[in-house]
Structure formats: C-alpha cells, structure tokens
C-alpha cells in the first residue's frame, strides 16, 4: 500500500521543525547564564589585563604569558584550578590553551570565551568563588561545621581538640574580635 504525498512531506516538515526546535535549546543550554563560568570570567578579564597589545596578536606568545601569569596564581585558588583545566600549569591532563589564545587574540570579550570553553571542558564553568561570610552578622549556630572551619581558616587559624560544632563557633567567637571587622 502506497504511503500518500502529503504524509510524508508532512513528517519531513515535522522532523526539520523538531531539529530547528532541538538546536534551539542547546544554543540557549549553552548560553552562559547570569553568575556562570565566574571565576572563568573573572581570570580571562584579569590575564588579558596583563597583556601588551603587542602580545594580543600572537596566540602563541599569548600561551607562554599564560602560562608564566599561572605560576604566579595562588595556589590551591580556584584560578590555579582554572589554570590546570586549561594546560597552564606543567602538571595538567590537558592541553586546551588554543581555545583561550586565538580568541583573545581577535579581541574576543571573556564571557564569549568562556562560552566557548564551556562547550570543551564543562567543569570550568563549575568553578565558583567561595563566598565571604560576614561573621558579625551570621547567626553561627546555623552554619555548617565545614563553614565554621573555613572562617577558622581565613584567619589562619585552627580549633584544636574541636570535636562539637559548639566547640569551634566557641574558638570562631573568641578569635571574633582579632579578625571581624567592626563598623564604627
């Protein structure tokens, strides 16, 4: 039995219309969205400041800047992780530098960059900076232990013998004056 015409070039038109719709969304999936890939915005922003207009024309001479602005990096810093995902550092898995020197090197902003470093390496884009807790302000019995910490260690210091989430928010109250900022 003879499928009719009009069948047929109608399941053709609602295929192409299901791939126009399907390519859509993925565009919009990879989209940055408001607050993602910061730390890789804010590091491509921060190394392209660096950079002479002389060397923004080279990629390869852009790859070696930064690679030394790595080494510079803090360590343990979510920038030293940005730097491993890309290839920056000696130690890293991969070797993806191209995809950041040839679009700064045609004067591409950092969000579109990092869009674009996205679709290479998802995790660059989960990097997130920690956010500052204002411990004049917080309500410490309602923080994780892993938090209290965290503020211990900002202020390069420790809680010996801290077992109890009370133990440390004693140590984070007795250190509180040393470090917290007070508005006058």
């Not at 919009?28 to 950079?51: H, M, P, Q, R």
């Not at 930064?66 to 343990?76: A, D, G, I, S, Y």
């Not at 910490?149 to 040393?178: A, M, N």
């Amino acid at each position: 039995m003879a499928v009719p015409a009009v069948s047929v070039s109608l399941r053709r038109r609602s295929f192409s219309f299901y791939l126009l719709l399907t390519s859509a969304q993925l565009q919009v999936d990879i989209a940055l969205k408001e607050g993602d890939c910061e730390v890789c915005i804010k590091t491509v922003d921060t190394f392209s400041e660096t950079l002479s207009d002389e060397v923004k024309q080279e990629p390869k001479r852009i790859e070696d800047e930064f690679r030394t602005f790595c080494k510079n990096v803090k360590k343990e810093s979510k920038e030293q992780r940005f730097c491993y995902y890309l290839g920056g550092v000696e130690d890293s898995a991969t070797g993806i530098l191209g995809e950041l020197s040839k679009p700064l090197s045609w004067s591409m902003p950092a969000d579109k960059i990092c869009e674009k470093l996205k679709k290479k390496d998802a995790q660059i884009c989960d990097l997130r900076f920690d956010k500052q807790i204002d411990v004049n302000t917080v309500d410490l019995k309602k923080l994780k232990v892993r938090d209290l910490k965290k503020i211990l260690s900002d202020w390069d210091d420790e809680c010996d013998g801290c077992l109890e989430k009370t133990d440390f928010i004693k140590r984070i109250e007795e250190l509180k004056h040393k470090y917290a900022r007070t508005e006058l």
